[in-house]
DNA sequence: CTCTTTCGTTTACAGATGTAAACTGATTAC
DNA sequence: GTAATCAGTTTACATCTGTAAACGAAAGAG
């Protein structure tokens, strides 16, 4: 089940605010995405058959959850990403993104200990 | 000018090896992707119509070049990929990726220099 | 010179996507 | 209780994608 780009942005709403109502998910992003109510509602529409939410009905209105890990769909999508664009190759994609990013100091020594804890100094782990 | 993930295949072959011809791709792409010699034909026409291809006869076969720089789209690929799944931030991206992967130790050490060299150990940059 | 093969162009077609209006059943305001 | 409103469902529609067949021109086979 693929997600897609304009569905992201509901999913990642939905990840961070669940459960939520229709209303809600529509007063959050129609103005800053420039969506119509009607958009909005197809694609909650479509992410229910999709899979990836579940509605459960309270009075006449439902209340949207996810039923999918943000975690699963980040790997999914991580994995296309590298494979489509990087050939599956990790390494580049990781150099690629440091060297067209700006960190924080803090971001950076987490990134920093994260690749000592799992490739340590002298051997690769 | 979006790149799709098929026309990645494609791209990511010509890069390597323009100028090309379509026999070419069609022969080192269709085995491995399964692809008919149709489907390759198409891709190479709509990559060219895009823009991201130009050809150039050469008899009564085209010789084809990337027109786009592989490197504006990666720039392009990832800006999207952090956009859509991480909200625009690099650093989960890259903490994600560097706890999903298997670096070699070669690797690993470039990552590492490169860190330190873009945001030094004490102060970021 | 015809027939066949080859190469590129056009056309095809179903499913996904972005975007949204139309419709329908329930609810609230009079 | 009838009108306006609101929530969800259906329908719409152009474009993009994946996948490929059909078609037309050129070139080589005989």
């Not at 459960?19 to 958009?39: F, K």
């Not at 999709?50 to 959850?65: N, Q």
Request: charged residues 30%; contains cysteine; positive net charge.
């Amino acid at each position: 089940m693929q997600i897609s780009d304009a569905e992201w942005v509901v999913m990642n709403l939905i990840w961070g605010s669940q459960p939520i109502d229709a209303s809600q998910v529509i007063e959050r992003l129609s103005e800053p995405h420039d969506w119509s109510a009607a958009t909005i509602k197809t694609m909650l529409h479509r992410l229910v058959r999709k899979g990836a939410l579940s509605h459960e009905a309270d009075g006449r209105k439902y209340i949207y959850r996810a039923k999918v890990r943000r975690h699963d769909c980040v790997r999914k999508a991580s994995r296309s990403f590298l494979d489509r664009v990087f050939g599956g190759n990790a390494a580049p994609a990781l150099l690629h993104l440091l060297k067209t990013s700006r960190l924080s100091p803090d971001e950076a020594a987490e990134l920093r200990e994260l690749l000592d804890a799992r490739f340590g100094d002298e051997q690769g782990g």
